[in-house]
């Protein structure tokens, strides 16, 4: 998930061993955006070194939340810290990661918030949904755990988990206001490019 007053990097990843990589992020529209993801069933290094480059992508972006289709891979995996450096919360979990997420409580109580996708960039709208769920997960050894969010918290796990279903917030829009989105997604998608190329050509990369 992104924000359009994003902060600047609100954490620092965890030091690793190995290098970890800046992951390409898939951009709306895109099938792989679509894919109804494929449980995780194997713990290995493979997996490990997926979500620290996962982790190092979103606080890059930076954003606060990224899922595995947004890589480019069909898994049920999101990252998550909804962190604010400025208005530290103790209650705050952190780093999340979440592995095969399921939701098993919501309240009826709602919550409109302005979302924003780290694969629709530039683009913000308000959706509302539930102020607080509870979520069944795997955390990335493999140990189920269950985290309580309300809020901030509450709207991220929503987003990403419907990130592993191939829903995009995107989906909850009217159509008018879907096609005033798209009409904002031409020009700042263009300029995301843009950016990124710079950004590519300083750091020596191919473009
Ligand atoms: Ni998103």
Redesign the pocket.
């Known amino acids: 998930?992104?924000q359009r007053h994003h902060k600047q990097k609100a954490a620092s990843p965890p030091a690793s061993v190995n290098a970890v990589a800046v992951l390409d992020i898939v951009l709306y529209p895109d099938d792989r955006l679509r894919a109804k993801c494929k449980p995780v069933e194997s713990f290995d290094d493979e997996l490990q070194a997926l979500i620290d480059d996962m982790i190092e992508t979103m606080y890059d972006a930076p954003g606060i939340?990224l899922?595995a289709p947004?890589v480019g891979r069909d898994l049920q995996l999101t990252v998550i810290d909804t962190r604010d450096r400025e208005k530290p919360d103790p209650d705050n979990p952190g780093l999340l990661v979440l592995i095969n997420p399921r939701i098993v409580e919501k309240s009826s109580e709602t919550l409109t918030w302005e979302e924003g996708?780290?694969?629709i960039p530039g683009v913000f709208d308000d959706v509302t949904r539930p102020k607080r769920v509870v979520v069944e997960a795997l955390d990335r050894h493999g140990e189920p755990f269950t985290i309580e969010g309300e809020e901030l918290l509450a709207i991220c796990l929503q987003?990403?988990i419907d990130?592993l279903k191939g829903v995009?917030?995107l989906d909850y829009l009217s159509r008018l206001k879907m096609r005033m989105a798209m009409k904002t997604y031409k020009r700042t998608k263009a300029g995301y490019l843009a950016d990124l190329k710079k950004k590519r050509e300083e750091k020596g990369d191919p473009a």
């Open positions: 998930m992104g939340g899922a947004q996708c780290l694969s987003h990403e990130h995009l917030f």
